[in-house]
């Protein structure tokens, strides 16, 4: 199960720290079907902190992360200085990327970060059902399934509708 794995979370933290939100309330709510172990409690980082403790500090969670997530709000893919190197660093690590769209977006989408593209990253909408499948498919699943195609992967329309969504 994929949730049982550390989970790195990549989004905009200006814009987007509402989802990340929602995120941990799901995992704390016992209505909701969804977990993850989050790879930011590991190592704090503190605000003033040079471009470079922060990178390297960022790159001891990846060491320990088996996953990420990344958060696509409407100006993700314009975040250079931590989120694209955040993802370039899990392409380069051989992490999963699962790309989830706060638009509603089921697929790749002009808001999805370009590094990106043809990356074998799997795109879901912001729902917590089609978040927590694709945790236990797409991330269980990446080595045997979706690596190496060179793709973008999103799931059909029957999964969402399976899972009532």
């Known amino acids: 199960m994929g949730y049982r794995n ?68 409407t100006s993700t893919k314009n975040l250079f200085r931590y989120v694209r190197w955040e993802i370039d660093t899990c392409l380069e690590m051989g992490i999963p990327v699962l790309g989830v769209n706060l638009n509603g977006s089921r697929v790749i989408d002009e808001y999805s970060p370009p590094i990106l593209r043809k990356k074998d990253a799997m795109f879901v909408s912001f729902k917590a059902k089609i978040i927590t499948y694709a945790m236990d498919d797409y991330f269980d699943n990446f080595r045997s399934s979706y690596h190496g ?16 969504l």
């Not at 990549?10 to 079907?33: C, L, P, T």
């Not at 195609?149 to 009532?164: A, C, E, Q, R, V």
Request: hydrophobic share 30%; aromatic share 14%; glycine share 8%.
């Open 6 to 73: 550390k989970t790195y979370v990549i989004f905009d933290g200006d814009n987007d720290m509402w989802a990340y939100a929602y995120m941990k309330g799901w995992k704390q709510s016992e209505h909701i079907d969804f977990d993850f172990y989050d790879a930011h409690d590991i190592n704090g980082i503190r605000d003033g902190s040079s471009e470079d403790t922060v990178k390297r500090r960022l790159r001891e969670r990846l060491k320990n992360t088996k996953q990420a997530i990344v958060l696509i709000g």
């Open 149 to 164: 195609h060179s793709d973008d992967w999103h799931y059909p329309d029957k999964i969402y509708t399976g899972l009532g």
